[in-house]
């Protein structure tokens, strides 16, 4: 899933969560939350997606020995 999938379904989310409804259509697809808790946890899990997306790959560490310490 791309950048802008997920900012687009956060969108959708957040819209549908504060006009009080419970259920969200995107890409043809809907999906319907029991709770708001169900849904704020939705909207959490894009919210890291999104931040891990736009933070990058982490470092990368690659150990290497050096003789005669």
């Known amino acids: 899933m791309t950048l ?8 959708a989310l957040l819209a549908a ?10 890409d043809g697809k809907s999906v319907t939350y029991g709770s708001d808790a169900e849904m704020a946890a939705a909207i959490a899990d894009i919210e890291r997606r999104i931040a891990a997306m736009e933070r990058g790959p982490g470092r990368i560490f690659r150990p ?3 003789k005669d310490l």
């Open 17 to 26: 969560r504060y006009s009080g409804t419970r259920s969200v259509s995107y």
């Open 4 to 11: 802008i999938e997920l900012k687009a379904r956060h969108s």
């Open 64 to 66: 290497h020995a050096v």
